[in-house]
Nanobody, 123 residues
Framework: QVQLAESGGGLVQAGGSVRLSCAAS????????MGWFRQAPGKEREFVSA????????TYADSVKGRFTISRENAKNTVYLQMNSLKPEDTAVYYC????????????????WGQGTQVTVSS
């Protein structure tokens, strides 16, 4: 089945930028939606963004709207999350997911998850 591998996380200063990548492999059917969630220590996993197969539909959490941009390259089976104007409250483990969610903001709607990549934003 499909496996997901996130990369690009690390330490960044407030106001800075970072781009996360998530590559899917091992699956035969890849016309799925892809998305990002994040989880800070002691908090529940929360929705960040999602994108349709064609890229024609995107969704963002209010907390990141205007700062983050999701995109995908289907030829590489990869989804990206460009994060700009980072704030300390963006510090979390970021997870990518694939599936066919009817309600993307609900984590149980997604089928497969990556291992996550840590993003730490310092003041």
């Amino acid at each position: 089945q499909v496996q997901l591998a996130e990369s690009g996380g690390g330490l960044v200063q407030a106001g800075g930028s970072v781009r996360l990548s998530c590559a899917a492999s091992g699956g035969t059917f890849r016309r799925y939606n892809m998305g990002w969630f994040r989880q800070a220590p002691g908090k529940e996993r929360e929705f960040v963004s999602a994108i349709s197969w064609t890229g024609g539909r995107t969704t963002y959490a209010d907390s990141v709207k205007g700062r983050f941009t999701i995109s995908r390259e289907n030829a590489k089976n990869t989804v990206y999350l460009q994060m700009n104007s980072l704030k300390p409250e963006d510090t979390a483990v970021y997870y990518c997911a694939v599936g066919f969610p009817k309600v993307p903001v609900i984590e149980t709607e997604w089928s497969t998850w990556g291992q996550g990549t840590q993003v730490t934003v310092s003041s």
